[in-house]
């Protein structure tokens, strides 16, 4: 299928060609008729994607500071490589959708195919979309119409925060195309608008809608005009939906509203407030945040847990709804906003009129009634002409499943130049393989991951995808007779690890999971000092704070950080030892019960040998301070690992400290080890019951 795509490295604008998606887990699956380009995000996007490196660094000069940092920390080429691996990474366009549903997830009740539905997807032939970010259209709003409904969602969930009553005066900064659908909705709601811009053409638009505007310029007052429209009260609300990096709108606005007015900033705009304008009225000021509550909340986009109405009345999805509404009772016209429609093929074209055009408001992308069709021959799987690559291959048939930040900035190279030769690159969405496929030089990407199990596909599967599915995937590729390289975690449970173990008695397969950090170069020469006697180690873990909502954070789907992070420092204690691990304590905080994780905690080992290790594991720390430092006590001597980039000692004679330019944690030697045991029929590089031993040990540590 065809989708819009943006090279952030390039800037330029494409029509790529990849798999049709798969129907997740609370998804449905839309066949796109027409999709329309914001002309303020998107705007933004592509004009940052085709600025010179150094716009984009003074654009981002946050972005600029991480990477310095990056840079001291773990050295200019790790740094120089994450900036490269970022700007490569291509970005999907788009989040106004209108089509037809083909296909639901089987949880998904209230939808069903063939019905008429508008969704934040983007611009794609086919897209899959949470339920709670799709709703259905009336029978009497057309496809041209609805496909406005997300961006009149954000107009209408500012003007919800600004609480307007019948009769106030409100004013509206920035008459682009959420300006204008702003307008309409504060007049629906009784209010007076009064719209003002810089750019006279958009003014003229804004009175066809019943909105009195004015013309910003050099010579403009708009301060006198607000008080004679008054009688010198000023105005009640002020919504600023601008897009500029000057604070002037903030400025007007707190000059241009009565005592203890309220703005509201739905567009983006400089924040360079000036407290006495704000403290003399007692003005109120808040910002909105897109299309309503709901918005980047994983338990209510993801697992569609709505909010009661009766404690949130409107909701983004509820949103949606009204805006449909007002569309067909007419409150809400959306036909004149369209300044142009392009073809999806032209697609690139409407992006140049986007840039070239600052006038232009709605551009729609049409799409053709084509054949394509979730049964079409290769919708699901897409042949792939790689990108010239010429390397030594030691392991043929090897297909990843996953394809996250992880898997395509480390682990996907650290195979390409270990040696692998690449079959098949699988997600259930398939932008991102695409591109990730063709620039390794993967001879497929596909969307259907049971393809990879079937008989006669590559012999060896690479798991690279969140870690709830790590243990049902291994253990239906043991199944399927396939060696398989799983990243870390094992699993997520005591019965999950289990199964495992008995598939592994029963199998030929090779097992291996990802843990790194003992294949470092640093690490290896490192044991070559380490004698037999007992050692003691203190790791410490710079880990850093992860939001609350982040997946791995989810102890159904992550794991949490103990299952999730610390099996690799666990694993790394285990292999300098080489004694089984005899004991194993948490201190952290108090667990509350089975599902609860925490996210700093000490973990402290005994081992048969008599060694002991400290694992500090703290999330509560800076990324101005390395993420992780080893030190071992053996025998009257001290070494230390500094993360991953240095090694050094004290009571070893003629040792001399070991400098890596750049941080080195082990992942080729490791992806390098696993394909070498692959090729010489070997065992394993990480004897298996070193594995379950870890895993077993961190898994026991959980409250039951």
Known sequence: MKQVVQNLNTGISTIAEVPIPSVEEGHVLIKTTCSLISSGTERMVVDFARSSLLQKAIKQPERVSDVFNKARIDGPLTAYAAVQSKLQEPMPLGYCNVGTVVDTCPTVTDLSVGDRVLSNGCHAEFVSVPRNLCALIPDDVDDEDAVFTVLSSIALQGIRLSNPTFGEVYVVSGLGLIGLLTCQLLKANGCEVIGIDPDPVKCTLSEDFGVISFHLSPDSDFHSFINNFTNNIGADAFVVTAS??????????????????????????????????????????????????????????????????????????????????????????????????????????????LISSPSSLGILLKYPDSSLTLDSSGSRTLSLTPDSISRPVIQPGLSFIGVGSYASSVLIPAFSKAGAEFDTLSSRRGFTPSFVGRRFGFKSVTTDIDCLFSPGSSPTLVISTRHNSHASLVSRALKAGKNVFVEKPLCLTLAELEEIESLTLESRSTLMVGFNRRFSPLVTSLRGYLSNTPKSFVYTINSGQLPDAHWLNDPLVGGGRLLGEACHFVDLLRFLT????????????????????????????????????????????????????????????????????????????????????????????????????????????????????????????LPS
């Open 244 to 353: 500029t990096s000057s604070s002037d709108p903030m400025h007007l606005a707190a000059r241009s509203l009565r005592k203890r007015g309220r703005i509201i900033l739905v567009g983006v705009t400089g924040l360079d407030l000036k407290r006495e304008l704000l403290y003399e009225k007692e003005l109120s000021f808040q910002v909105s945040c897109s299309y309503g509550p709901g918005r980047y909340d994983p338990e209510y986009e993801l697992l569609g847990n709505d909010y009661p109405i009766g404690f949130v009345r409107w909701t983004e999805n509820r949103n949606f709804q009204a805006c449909l509404r007002a569309m067909s009772n007419n409150s809400l016209s959306c036909s004149p906003l369209i300044s142009s429609r392009f073809e999806i093929n032209d697609a690139s074209s409407a992006y140049d009129t």
């Open 578 to 701: 080489s004694s089984p691990i005899l004991d194993i304590q948490i201190l952290s905080r108090p667990l509350t019960g089975p599902l609860d994780r925490p996210q700093t905690f000490i973990l402290s080992i005994s081992f048969a040998d008599g060694s002991v290790g400290s694992i500090n594991y703290y999330s509560n720390g800076t990324k101005y301070f390395p993420k992780e430092r080893l030190e071992i006590f053996s025998s009257g001597r001290i070494f230390r690992i500094d993360n991953f980039r240095k090694l050094s000692a004290w009571g070893v004679d003629g040792f001399k400290t070991k400098r890596l330019w750049s941080q080195d944690k082990g992942q080729l030697a490791c992806c390098s080890s696993f394909l070498e045991s692959l090729s010489k029929a070997g065992p394993p590089p990480i004897p298996l019951q070193e594995i379950f031993e870890v895993q077993r040990a961190l898994l026991k540590l």
